[in-house]
Structure formats: C-alpha cells, structure tokens
C-alpha cells in the first residue's frame, strides 16, 4: 500500500534541542495527524490537525497542517531523554472511513 | 483518552497452528476497528478495516482466508492468524475508530500490540 515520505528518517540530538521531522504525499488529505511509538508498543496519539494551515501545540510539541494539504511537519523544543521513539504521520482521504495511510516514520535518539 | 486494549502482548507458536488475537475498545464503541502489522524497522501497513456486523475489507495483497477477521460487537474484532508460517512472523497491531463529534474528526487509537512468532 501507499506510504508517506517522511523525514529525515532517524536523527540522533543533544538533549534540550529542537526537532523538526515533515511528512509529504503526492496526494492531498483532509486530516493529518501524528503519532508516537515506543518499542514493543503500539503508537500513540500526539496531535490532530483538521484544517489547513492549521498550527496546534501540545506541550512541547507543535505540528502544521501544510496549505497545499500535501504535507505536515511537527517540531519538538526542548528534546529531553523520554522523547526517544519512532514518531509517525499518517493522512486520512476524504470519504475513505477513517482509513490512515503511515508515514515511513522518523527515529529519535536523544543524547544526554 | 480512549482506551483500547490488545491480547495477547506476545504469542510463540508451532507452524501449522492457528493464533486468535483479541482487540477491545474500553470505554468507548467502536463501529470500525483496524488491523494493521508491522515488521521490523519499518512502517504501519494496513490489513484489512473491520465494521460491527458486517464483513471485513481487506487491502490488496492480505489473503483473508489466512488472515481472519471477526468483529461481532461494538467493543471487539478478533484477528485469527489461520495455519500460521514462519513468514507470518510479526507485530500485529489493531486501533479503533472513535468518533468525536464529526465523523471527519474520527480518531484512531491503537492497541498495544501482538509479536507473533511462529516457529
């Protein structure tokens, strides 16, 4: 099935850094929303964006819907040791039922 | 949040054998759950979308004959891994659908998994 591209695809960060990971599709959604996940663990939800050029924080984690609708970037401020995981997009189409298409998925490792 | 819980978190199996996995939605219902598997190192891939009461859809490529999907209730889908193979070998996760208010806003929260391994 079709993914996303995201990137980079893992990226390894001194604690207290900012992170910046983007996720882009040849096709346009209507919701985009990203997702955390620890090994051994399903994903969890971080943030969902439903508009575009929507900008909605979560602590410190700050995702955009893109205006073309093709794409979605989220920054992490501030990285610290338990940020450390897989962090995917997924997009959902119009009239497709809540099905999500994944992004290849970002790894992050934080140095102390 | 919405609570979904999967079972079991990790099955060893003999090759031939059939391994039924479990998937509940706590506290909310659910009209759709997913099945998804994920191999190491590498991204969520869809199986099939699993509506109460009704047939499951599969995505291309998914043999539902091997890969079978109940979903009997509101609050339960069962995935049953039918004379399983090694190469069958993986981490199967499923979500559930909750709705928000708006049927566009739905959101899907997922399990915490199931590592298969057949031996």
């Known amino acids: 099935g079709q993914q996303l591209n995201q990137s980079p695809q893992s990226m390894f960060i001194q604690e207290g850094e900012d992170v910046s990971m983007n996720c882009t599709s040849s096709s346009i959604f209507n919701t985009w929303l990203w997702y955390k996940q620890d090994p051994g663990e399903g994903p969890v939800l971080l943030i969902a964006l439903y508009k575009a050029g929507e900008l909605t924080s979560n602590g410190r984690l700050t995702a955009q819907f893109g205006i073309t609708r093709k794409d979605s970037f989220l920054n992490i401020s501030a990285s610290i040791p338990s940020d450390v995981g897989i962090y995917f997009c997924a997009g959902r189409y119009t009239g497709t039922a809540s099905k999500l298409t994944f992004g290849t998925g970002t790894r992050l490792q934080v140095t102390l | 949040g919405a609570v979904v819980s999967q079972h079991p978190s990790w099955v060893i199996c003999k090759s031939g054998t059939s391994v039924k996995i479990e998937c509940r939605s706590l506290?909310?219902?659910?009209?759709?759950m997913f099945w998804y598997r994920q191999f190491p190192k590498q991204s969520l891939m869809l199986m099939a979308t699993s509506n109460e009461g009704s047939k499951a859809t599969y995505e291309q490529g998914v043999e539902k004959d091997k890969f079978l999907i109940n979903h009997a209730s509101l609050t339960l889908s069962t995935l049953t891994v039918t004379s399983a193979h090694p190469e069958d070998s993986s981490f199967y996760i499923c979500?559930?659908?909750?709705?928000?208010?708006?049927?566009?806003?739905?959101?899907?929260?997922f399990g915490a998994g199931t590592r298969l391994s057949v031996l």
């Open positions: 506290d909310f219902q659910a009209t759709t």
């Open positions: 979500s559930a659908s909750a709705f928000q208010g708006n049927v566009a806003k739905n959101i899907q929260y």
